[in-house]
């Protein structure tokens, strides 16, 4: 089993920045490529940016490329994701979902464990 625990979500105005955590337990966290998704009332949820086990291999949703940036630290079993120029349309809670596999998928039905997600709302 893998725990994860998201932090840093918040309300901001629109072109400001937050960062958010994902500290991870239970299992060796580098064996896990992890993703960061989000889901906005009514809407299904999207694969923002993923990360692969060491770090090397990433990919960002064509929404958020440019302005968001995912990284990890296996040291201290954390993902994060560095969120700047925030748009309204950012508005969503955001989970982080860890893969046994050693890349990061798109595909939300690879992730095998989920955080309890961290709402973000961005105001115009």
């Known amino acids: 089993q893998v725990q994860l625990v998201e932090s840093g979500g918040g309300l901001v105005q629109a072109g400001g920045s937050l960062r958010l955590s994902c500290a991870a337990s239970?299992?060796?966290?580098?064996?896990?490529?992890m993703g960061w998704f989000r889901q906005a009332p009514g809407k299904e949820r999207e694969f923002v940016a993923g990360i692969s086990r060491s770090g090397g291999i990433i990919y960002y949703a064509e929404s958020v490329k440019g302005r968001f940036t995912i990284s990890r630290d296996n040291a201290k079993n954390t993902v994060y994701l560095q969120m700047n120029s925030l748009k309204p349309e950012d508005t969503s809670v955001y989970s982080c979902?860890?893969?046994?596999?050693?890349?990061?998928?798109?595909?939300?039905?690879?992730?095998?464990?989920w955080g309890q997600g961290t709402q973000v709302t961005v105001s115009s």
């Open positions: 979902a860890a893969s046994s596999s050693a890349v990061a998928s798109r595909s939300s039905g690879l992730y095998g464990y």
């Open positions: 239970g299992r060796t966290f580098s064996d896990y490529a």
